[in-house]
């Protein structure tokens, strides 16, 4: 079974406009951490944001936020007022506790903004 | 801030050829890990390393091998590649909240 949804291949978004990514996620632990990353045409993964089970407060970084609905499972990342350097592939990933720090990920999301 | 650095952005190989790829970070992480990426897959996970000499398999290891004779440098080996392992590989290494990332490999495998 997958651990890691993105149900959306694709993503066509208006320059300035917010745009939530989907993401849910499958575990039976208590703790794990979930992120997100962006990876552009260039071809490396840059992390954007974390968000700790028991994190208390949606994670925030910038523009991006996380929001995380923990019984429903999923952890969607928002992207406010986006720009034209948004365009790229966006991957979520889950570190399971005993995991040996390895990430499990999703099939990632292609988000294009146009101008 | 961590730099992890993968030697080559592009390689061509030829179809037996014994290739190698070297990932080497600046922060004395101890975790490194090497990940394959292709269209649709996502990225999934050849080997990692939690410390010098020490290795695990990851989901996909058939075909591939690994070495770490030092912290900074974990290398991916292809003992004799073959076409259906033409790929981004991207290795990273892990940091307190998150892993980063070297610029990828694109390996074409003719």
């Known amino acids: 079974a997958q651990k890691i949804t993105q149900t959306q291949p694709g993503m066509f978004v208006q320059e300035k406009e917010a745009v939530t990514l989907d993401c849910t996620y499958d575990t039976s632990d208590q703790s794990y951490g979930l992120f997100w990353y962006k990876q552009p045409s260039s071809g490396e993964m840059i992390f954007l944001i974390y968000?700790?089970?028991?994190d208390e407060q949606n994670a925030t970084e910038g523009r991006y936020s996380l929001n995380f609905q923990k019984a429903r499972k999923s952890a969607n990342l928002v992207i406010s007022a986006s720009q034209l350097g948004d365009s790229a592939m966006y991957f979520c990933?889950?570190?399971?506790?005993?995991?040996?720090?390895?990430?499990?990920w999703g099939a990632g999301t292609k988000l294009i903004i146009k101008p | 801030d961590v730099k992890v650095t993968q030697s080559s952005r592009y390689l061509v190989k030829r179809t037996g050829e014994k290739v190698f790829l070297e990932c080497v970070q600046d922060m004395d992480h101890e975790n490194m890990f090497w990940y394959r990426q292709d269209p649709g897959l996502g990225l999934r996970l050849i080997y990692f390393?939690?410390?010098?000499?020490?290795?695990e398999k990851g989901d996909i290891p058939e075909g591939y091998s690994v070495s770490r004779e030092k912290k900074e440098r974990f290398s991916l080996i292809l003992e004799s590649a073959s076409t259906n392992q033409t790929s981004m590989y991207l290795c990273?290494?892990?940091?307190?909240?998150?892993?980063?990332f070297g610029s990828g490999t694109r390996l074409t495998v003719v």
């Open positions: 390393s939690y410390d010098v000499k020490m290795k």
């Open positions: 990933a889950m570190r399971e506790t005993d995991s040996n720090y390895q990430l499990i």
């Open positions: 990273a290494s892990r940091r307190a909240r998150g892993y980063t």
């Open positions: 968000q700790g089970s028991y």
